[in-house]
């Protein structure tokens, strides 16, 4: 039996002290107390499960594995589970803590979790990931729960990854259980549009600010870094809407045209080759490269800390949307406000997802399903509305988007903790 070791993360700063220093800069801001800033610097509960999988070979290898809460006081928890080699108990810290953040600011009942398996998803087949699938769940099975912790998909999962948790939680159940996880497949009470819904809301986002800029999305230049889930539709939904898409990449590279590159012509490629590379309509470009081409609006939609204090100076689009969650350090967070970039932080631009997500949770509840238009326009209110809310207090406080953003979202949660009071 062998058992996996972590590689070194690819962060440069641990993100967990990131998150946290993050929240203690806002808690500065609106005052919310030393007691109750000690109680958000914490997670509520980290489990760590060992997950012993059979290969197709007929060995046994044993995978690390997180569920963290960070936070319930609005509600259960909720946030996606990620398969990666490089995924950490500190980084599944902050991305819980961010949940909580995003679910706030978005005005949903819930709390804030993350999941994450040390693991390379690309490398196993379709066998060992259910074998990994149905054990890693069955190692949660009791932190999870459709009034206690829901998880959805994140990097490296996928509907069919939801599919499985949702079956084995109700075999184990006895009943089928629809409100246990969200980003389910269509035939079995998934949401329709959740799976776009991520890009969607990023796009709503871009939308808007480029609104407040005097501009309209017809016409704008685009660089998306990014081609899963939330890169590639926000490509397509951009490209529909008018834009110029003049850059996209995957983990192994992009491509550029500056007269723009056509979304499903790359996809195909993408999907015939496994890569861009040798895309006849644009330049081969490099990921650092595409961080820094000419464009309106940079969209960092992979990883973590791909914006940092070495290439921040370099970035020359007005608008950065995050479509992945802490794309950017700290440091290069104050060099782009500096410079007058308005940042779109992950807590705002790509909270799409854990909205729809919403929805199939309560559609799900309510074993009563809504048309794609229904999802979409409701999608729009409350991404536009918490646009607003953020812009305002950005505008109101002289101070960037992601304090106003996390402002606002501590504000609810520390609220709803005094509310409801120390128990006991
Ligand atoms: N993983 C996504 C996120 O980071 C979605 C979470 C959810 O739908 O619960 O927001």
Redesign the pocket.
């Known amino acids: 039996m062998t058992t996996l070791q972590a590689p070194a993360s690819f962060t440069q700063e641990n993100p967990w002290e990131m998150a946290r220093e993050q929240l203690r800069r806002v808690a500065s801001l609106i005052d919310i107390g030393e007691n109750m800033l000690n109680v958000l610097l914490e997670c509520k509960k980290a489990v760590e499960v060992s997950v012993p999988v059979r290969m197709d070979d007929g060995s046994v290898l044993v995978y690390d594995a997180f569920r963290v809460t960070h936070n319930v006081a609005r509600g259960p928890s909720?946030?996606?589970?990620?398969y990666h080699p490089a995924v950490t108990l500190e980084e599944t810290k902050a991305?819980a803590m961010?949940?909580t953040w995003?679910c706030a600011l978005m005005g949903l009942p819930?709390g804030g979790a993350?999941g994450g398996v040390v693991c390379d998803p690309k490398s196993l087949s379709q066998l060992e990931l259910e074998r990994l699938t149905r054990r890693y769940t069955t190692e949660i099975i009791n932190q999870i729960g459709p009034e206690v912790d829901?998880?959805?998909?994140?990097?490296g999962t996928s509907p069919q990854v939801m599919a499985w948790i949702f079956d084995t939680y109700s075999m184990n159940k006895g009943y089928s259980v629809l409100g246990v996880v969200?980003?389910k497949p269509l035939h079995v009470g998934g949401s329709l549009g959740r799976e776009e819904a991520?890009g969607r809301g990023a796009g709503f986002c871009v939308r808007e600010a480029l609104r407040k800029r005097g501009h309209e999305l017809a016409g704008a230049r685009v660089a998306i870094q990014g081609f899963g889930n939330v890169g590639a539709n926000l490509a397509f939904l951009l490209e529909e809407a008018g834009g110029t898409i003049v850059a996209l990449s995957d983990s192994t590279g992009g491509i550029y045209n500056p007269a723009g590159v056509s979304v499903e012509a790359a996809k195909a490629h993408k999907r015939e080759h496994r890569t861009f590379e040798d895309f006849a309509e644009a330049d081969a470009i490099t990921n650092a490269e595409l961080l820094a081409l000419d464009c309106d609006v940079l969209a960092p939609c992979a990883l973590e800390q791909v914006i940092t204090g070495d290439n921040a100076t370099e970035v020359k689009a007005s608008i950065v949307c995050e479509g992945a969650?802490g794309p950017t350090t700290l440091e290069a967070d104050e060099i782009l406000h500096d410079r007058g970039i308005l940042v779109l932080p992950?807590v705002l631009a790509?909270?799409g997802?854990?909205v729809?997500?919403?929805f199939e949770w309560v559609q799900g509840l309510q074993e009563y399903f809504w048309k794609l238009d229904e999802v979409n326009a409701k999608l729009n209110d409350i991404i536009t509305r918490a646009f607003e809310e953020t812009w305002r207090m950005h505008v109101e406080r002289e101070i960037s988007m992601r304090q106003a953003a996390y402002a606002l979202a501590v504000g609810r949660v520390s609220e709803a903790t005094v509310t409801r009071g120390l128990y006991p």
């Open positions: 909720k946030g996606g589970i990620r991305l961010w949940m995003k819930f993350k829901i998880p959805a998909p994140d990097v969200t980003g991520t969650n992950d790509n909270a997802g854990v729809v997500s919403y």
